[in-house]
């Protein structure tokens, strides 16, 4: 299949010993693309004049040629691929500074306790990325869904959510990212708190409700101005329901529908997202958008392939994606002038959770909650 990643245009391919290899589109000979290949024995053949491949990108056979040292002089770009958690991951770097698997723990669970989907996004990851761990829109832009789709609604911090629109940021350093906090007022002196992971670069966690799956995101660029919105659903302490599975499968919570035979999502900016002002007007939608997806998907890609951050009113709701921004920034210059790793490539620093729960409103969160954003294999998240 095709692949292009980081604006690198590449295919990806399992041999007949079930090997996986990840190599330059374009055979060496006459730049065909080998997505046209013959996938035989062991490689790649390009249909063209018949030059193959192995998993490792290197040319194995050159049929016109009868002297072997021509096809080993030959090969293309490769990258490791291996497969975990049902999904196939790839290391684009320096070989040497390669870093461990991830440890996340929808990566970890059996796989009838996951469900993953991804989408194309028509804007730049970052952008998509700051939607994901800006917890306020939540309130407005989502507010039909949380009493109507099935995988979010009947949740009591619903209630907590539609009751204080003015949440309050706190965030808290941790050694692969950030806790993203939003405290509303709750019953009884209490404050709801919603906490959001991020893991650097791209991963996010967002806060369970009731005892509905888990979910987050992660962002894969395409090119600058394109990328893959990952989304995961998982229940550590249990097997996804069907009727759970049937509502991911039609693109309820924050998974989408598709354009058939494509990743793209049915409604998408061609399209106008499928506006409906008549449900905006009804309260039905807030902005007219179906769906949890499309509706952050649209109003993301509305900013431009590339937001113009020079034009940006930033308001204290906004800390979380001040700080992840200052974080990436650091991590740029200390490897660039130091060579010292980003955080996150730990497999320590994946196994968190998010979290929901209610505290007294003299605790701080991030002490009084320790326990509960950290991955403990079969045990519930901490939910309301």
């Known amino acids: 299949m095709r692949v292009q990643l980081f604006s690198e245009k590449l295919i990806a391919f399992r041999d007949t010993e079930n090997r996986l290899g990840l190599i ?39 049929p016109s040629e009868e002297d072997p040292k021509f096809a080993e002089q030959i090969k293309l770009k490769s990258y490791p691929l291996v497969e975990k958690g049902g999904i196939l991951w790839t290391y684009m770097g320096d070989p040497k500074r390669k870093p461990p698997l991830p440890e996340y723990e929808f990566c970890t669970v059996d796989p009838e306790q996951r469900f993953i989907t991804k989408r194309l996004q028509e804007c730049n990851w970052l952008q998509a990325m700051e939607g ?16 109507t789709d099935p995988l979010f609604k009947g949740s009591k ?16 350093e941790n050694p692969g990212g950030l806790l993203i906090g939003a405290r509303r007022n709750a019953d009884n002196d209490q404050y709801y708190w919603r906490i959001t992971q991020w893991l650097m670069p791209a991963f996010t966690m967002i806060p369970p409700r009731a005892d509905h799956p888990v979910h987050g995101h992660f962002w894969v660029p395409i090119d600058d101005e394109n990328c893959w919105t990952w989304s995961y659903d998982y229940k550590a302490s249990r097997n996804l329901t069907p009727e759970e599975l049937h509502a991911m499968k039609n693109g309820e919570g924050i998974h989408s529908d598709y354009v058939p035979g494509t990743f793209i999502p049915r409604a998408n900016k061609s399209n106008d997202y499928l506006m409906d002002r ?47 921004r200052r974080k990436l920034l650091e991590a740029i210059k200390e490897m660039q002038e130091e060579g010292k790793p980003p955080p996150g490539l730990d497999p320590d620093t994946h196994k968190v ?22 991955a403990k294999p079969g045990t519930p998240h901490a939910s309301i």
């Open 278 to 324: 008549e449900a905006q007007k009804a309260g039905i939608t807030y902005s007219g958008v179906r769906g949890i997806a499309v509706q952050d998907s649209s109003l993301q890609e509305s900013m431009g392939p590339i937001c113009d951050r020079t034009r940006e009113k930033l308001a204290p709701t906004d800390r979380g994606i001040m700080l992840a």
């Open 353 to 374: 959770r998010s979290a929901a729960f209610l505290l007294p409103r003299d605790q701080a969160y991030a002490e009084a909650a320790r326990e509960r954003l950290r």
């Open 132 to 147: 994901g761990i800006d917890s306020s829109h939540v309130s407005f832009l989502h507010s039909g869904a949380l009493n």
């Open 24 to 62: 330059d589109e374009f055979c060496a000979h006459r730049c065909v693309s080998l997505w046209f290949g013959r996938n035989e024995e062991s490689g790649l053949r390009c249909p063209y004049h018949g030059w193959k491949y192995d998993v490792f990108g290197k040319c194995v056979e050159v």
């Open 157 to 172: 911090g619903n209630e907590y959510n539609f009751g204080d629109l003015r949440p309050v940021f706190e965030i808290t």
